[in-house]
T-cell receptor, first 117, second 114 residues
């Protein structure tokens, strides 16, 4: 079954304690992206990756890091979490290709709800 | 820069009544438009998409949307709402020039009264 898997689904942590949220997809997608969802703001892109070892900032990258060492995995790293990073996080993936219909359909994980105290 | 506005934060509708969710977008070229639904505690599921051609698009779960270029709108409709349609709905815009980037609206939460 085609899917994007995020772990953990729920996480409570304290300010300053480094954490990693994992994301894995089994569709051989080149493109992967992280979003955060906040009430009234919709989903905002944090970072994205067009392929292995190729990452770039999205609209709200401050306080986050990512890496793309393998095609299927795209972990999100919070080196020193702060309360304003309390949010619902989504990972997504899609193809990168000439056909716009394929590359614009993004598949989403189930989300990770993070609380930073 | 691309942007999406969903003017209604909350909508309450009675079961069996019709539903229309508004979406206005800003994009400098031909847009690709999407509606996603997020049920409580779930991820985002694609309801429907528009790339080109017929401006009335059919999706899953009985939803449809109409692309109106002159109004920069892509409103979502359902003729008869079921209790299971209670969820949050997101409109998104992308396009050839945007690469893989999707920009989302703020979402509309739909409550269904029995």
């Amino acid at each position: 079954e085609a899917q994007v898997t995020q772990n953990p689904r729920y996480l409570i942590t304290v300010t300053g304690k480094k954490l990693t949220v994992t994301c894995s997809q089994n569709m051989n997608h080149e493109y992967m992206s992280w979003y955060r969802q906040d009430p009234g703001l919709g989903l905002r892109q944090i970072y994205y990756s067009m392929n292995v070892e190729v990452t770039d900032k999205g609209d709200v990258p401050e306080g986050y890091k990512v890496s793309r060492k393998e095609k299927r995995n795209f972990p999100l790293i919070l080196e020193s979490p702060s309360p304003n990073q309390t949010s619902l996080y989504f990972c997504a993936s899609s193809f990168v290709g000439a056909e716009p219909s394929a590359k614009n359909i993004q598949y989403f994980g189930a989300g990770t709800r993070l609380s930073v105290l | 820069a691309q942007s999406v506005t969903q003017p209604d934060i909350h909508i309450t509708v009675s079961e069996g009544a019709s539903l229309e969710l508004r979406c206005n977008y800003s994009y400098g070229a031909t847009p690709y438009l999407f509606w996603y639904v997020q049920s409580p505690g779930q991820g985002l599921q694609l309801l429907l998409k528009y790339f080109s051609g017929d401006t009335l698009v059919q999706g899953i779960k009985g939803f449809e949307a109409e692309f109106k270029r002159s109004q920069s709108s892509f409103n979502l409709r359902k003729p008869s709402v079921h209790w299971s349609d209670a969820a949050e709905y997101f409109c998104a815009v992308g396009g050839r020039a945007a690469g893989n980037k999707l920009t989302f609206g703020g979402g509309t939460r739909v409550l269904v009264k029995p």
